[in-house]
């Protein structure tokens, strides 16, 4: 199994900015994409930016120029840094990861993983 623990959300005021992280932890054999979501109240959980193992990007257009994401994949860590915060960031945010695994109950030896975070709340607001 794999698990994700993120950290670093909390309460900023508007302009401000956060740093998340997601570090995954298991017997893990690979990881492919690491993406973060958010799911504000009310709403469905959308992607906010995904990033493969090779460093290629994809950001949802609401945050495009504003948020960053990044990886280290020795640290197998994936971050988000968000700048220039708007209260319509509000929300809470998801890790997600996705990738291979050692599992020894398994016929050859290994298989994917889909794996989400817990959440970690992020509130913009004066």
């Known amino acids: 199994q794999v698990q994700l623990v993120e950290s670093g959300g909390g309460l900023v005021q508007p302009g401000g900015s956060l740093r998340l992280s997601c570090a995954a932890s298991?017997?893990?054999?690979?990881?492919?994409?690491m993406g973060w979501y958010r799911q504000a109240p009310g709403k469905q959980r959308e992607l906010v930016a995904a990033?493969?193992?090779?460093?290629?990007?994809n950001y949802a257009d609401s945050v495009k120029g504003r948020f960053t994401i990044s990886r280290e994949n020795a640290k197998n860590t994936v971050y988000l840094q968000m700048n220039s915060l708007k209260p319509e960031d509000t929300a809470v945010y998801y890790c997600?990861?996705?990738?291979?695994?050692?599992?020894?109950?398994?016929?050859?030896?290994?298989?994917?993983?889909?794996?989400w975070g817990q959440g970690t709340q992020v509130t913009v607001s004066s």
């Open positions: 997600n990861g996705e990738g291979r695994y050692y599992d020894s109950s398994s016929l050859y030896g290994s298989a994917d993983f889909d794996s």
């Open positions: 298991g017997s893990i054999i690979s990881i492919n994409a």
């Open positions: 990033i493969t193992s090779g460093g290629s990007t």
